[in-house]
């Protein structure tokens, strides 16, 4: 078997990243344009810029590629006013000038700017940001990496020092430097920035705990070992001010907020940064030649490791791109199937029946679609598979620690995929989750009884629903049960963690729900009777919902029911959010064990 640092994952990133490549953008202030070519002379650039460009123009013409390139200078209108991303909608991958002014010194505000704008849209970039550096000098890319993590992330809190402590530590140092002078520059220049970063990105708070050691700071720690005993400072306190220093200069270059799923590494000449949209390496102009750029690319895609269902989804959209249509055209030829869909389509009146409607036609496009284009995407898959099967731990390779770790959560997040799914329609249906005054119900009225509409003039309508029970609760109702069976005094007491390990014991036993309410994005496991092992009756409940069950944008709904006070009967409208809708299989599963239980027979039985 191969180990991890052996396994070659770049023949699959090449599949699902560069070989879709079909357009390429370059905007770089020292290439000739079109506009440039017809508007005046080539003699106007140097033969070193135009040679780069044709190389650039042959390896797009090439077979390996065959890709589209368009090339901007940097001086056009949407550029100098940050809004060529939009042109680059179509573009899937950008070769990045950084000094788009001329100069090759300083911060760029509109290289970045284009970065950070491609960062928020939804289309998904790769960009090799192909640069110089600050000073020209090969290798130099350091800066420009630091300018890019910087402008796509909040400024760290860590490096925030409030004026008081900033007093303290700058008071020890004034009296350090009496015994060392220059000690102030030593333990600002004792850790670069791009290592800094690279602590505070993976470490974050933790860096300034007593007890944190990285060899990264074994300089910080060798002057900290030189500090006189008379002066009493702790070494978190000087290392925050480290950073504090180090971070001051790029406060303004800093985001309002962190871009989403923001990360980043680097790896020797090797480096990348990466978001929710968009993947950037930066790479020196003197060290990699543009024959390189895939290369390149490919090897920080690479050092990224990226989860194979990244790449799965990836080949996916790319299947859709260059067979969509083909697909497209099978699906429609069946003539007759199109046909009854479209006039379930067209048949619904209210604004809210047409949004359903139009996502239940979409879910049944989408899974043709997905059967047409099955078998290209079900061979890269396998193939991918097979590779992942030769390398010891793959899951380590991909998965961190912590996540690997936590395999409570894993199964609850899987078994709430299999259970539970995103609220779809616009009115009650069979399955869907209530909560009002702290508790949970299950609606459990067949699908047939709820359709809006086919009572008309009856603005109610009546429903069952089903009490759910909180599975810890449930499962403390189990133990009791237990505990009196076995004539035992008393149960060894369980934390959480094994609480949770017993419920998903009864995982299989078709008596829990797993939803995730989307405000609340946690995973909660419901019982679908009063205790986990399902012996007792569900605890069911007649009562009528307003509107026809339509409910509002919020996904609210009033009911009504009958509840019994002194002897008489009082009707109580209350207001209930849907929180959950169960897959329909399960939910018929549960409807099925609701109607054995009121179907019940044995009333004259005896024992």
Excluded at 155 to 176: A, G
Aim: overall charge negative; aromatic content about 8%; proline content about 3%.
């Amino acid at each position: 078997m191969l180990n991890n640092s052996t396994f070659d994952y770049k023949p699959h990133l090449k599949s699902a990243y560069i070989d879709p490549i079909r357009t390429v953008t370059v905007i770089d202030d020292e290439y000739p344009t079109i506009d440039d070519l017809i508007l005046s002379s080539k003699d106007d650039f140097s033969q070193e810029n135009i040679y780069r460009l044709k190389e650039i123009i042959d390896i797009s013409r090439s077979e390996e590629y065959n890709w589209l390139l368009d090339v901007y200078n940097g001086k056009e209108q949407k550029v100098q006013e940050g809004t060529v991303s939009n042109r680059l909608y179509h573009s899937d991958l950008l070769i990045l000038d950084y000094h788009l002014d001329g100069e090759d010194s300083g911060y760029c505000k509109k290289s970045i700017d284009i970065i950070k704008n491609l960062s928020e849209n939804r289309h998904f970039n790769i960009v090799a940001v192909h640069t110089k550096g600050y000073d020209g000098q090969k290798g130099s890319v350091n800066e420009v990496l630091i300018d890019i993590i910087t402008s796509l992330q909040k400024r760290p809190t860590i490096s925030i020092l409030n004026e008081k402590i900033k007093s303290k530590v700058d008071d020890s140092l004034d009296e350090w430097e009496i015994d060392e002078p220059g000690i102030r520059d030593d333990l600002v220049n004792s850790i670069s920035t791009i290592d800094l970063l690279s602590l505070i990105h993976k470490y974050d708070s933790d860096l300034c705990s007593g007890n944190f050691q990285n060899e990264t700071l074994d300089v910080f720690y060798d002057i900290y070992g030189r500090k006189p005993d008379s002066i009493n400072i702790q070494k978190p306190l000087i290392l925050k001010w480290i950073i504090s220093e180090k971070l001051e200069r790029y406060a303004d270059q800093f985001n309002d907020k962190t871009s989403k799923f923001f990360d980043w590494g680097i790896n020797n000449d090797c480096n990348w940064i990466k978001t929710e949209d968009l993947f950037i390496t930066v790479l020196g102009k003197k060290d990699t030649p543009i024959s390189e750029i895939p290369n390149q690319l490919l090897e920080a895609l690479s050092n990224s490791k990226p989860h194979p269902h990244k790449l799965i989804l990836s080949k996916l959209r790319s299947e859709i791109e260059s067979n969509g249509s083909y697909a497209a055209s099978n699906i429609l030829n069946k003539k007759f199937l199109q046909a009854a869909w479209l006039k379930e389509l067209l048949e619904n009146k209210d604004e809210h029946a047409i949004k359903t409607a139009a996502w239940q036609a979409v879910t049944k496009l989408w899974e043709e679609l997905a059967y047409e284009i099955k078998v290209g995407l079900d061979q890269f898959t396998i193939n991918l598979v097979r590779e992942l099967k030769k390398i010891d731990s793959p899951l380590d390779y991909f998965i961190d620690k912590s996540t690997l770790d936590d395999e409570l959560e894993q199964i609850k997040h899987a078994n709430c995929f299999s259970c539970s799914k995103k609220i779809t329609s616009h009115h009650l249906v069979t399955g869907h989750v209530l909560k009002f005054k702290n508790n949970h119900w299950l609606c459990l009225t067949p699908m047939c009884d709820l359709v809006p509409g086919q009572k008309n003039g009856n603005n109610l309508l009546p429903v069952t629903l089903v009490k759910m029970y909180d599975a810890k609760v449930a499962l403390i109702n189990t133990r009791q049960n237990m505990q009196k069976e076995l004539n035992l005094d008393s149960l060894p007491p369980i934390n959480d963690d094994e609480a949770i390990r017993q419920i998903l014991n009864y995982s299989t036993q078709n008596n829990l729900l797993f939803i995730q309410p989307e405000l609340d994005g946690k995973i909660q496991i419901l019982s679908f009777t009063v205790g986990l092992d399902g012996k007792a009756n569900p605890k069911a409940m007649d009562c009528y919902i307003e509107n026809q069950g339509i409910f509002s944008e919020e996904n609210t709904i009033t009911l009504k029911y009958a509840e019994p006070t002194n002897n008489e009967m009082n009707v109580t409208s209350v207001e209930a959010k849907i929180v959950a809708e169960l897959r329909y299989e399960y939910a018929l599963n549960l409807l099925g064990r609701l109607g054995v239980s009121k179907s019940r027979v044995g009333l004259d039985f005896i024992n």
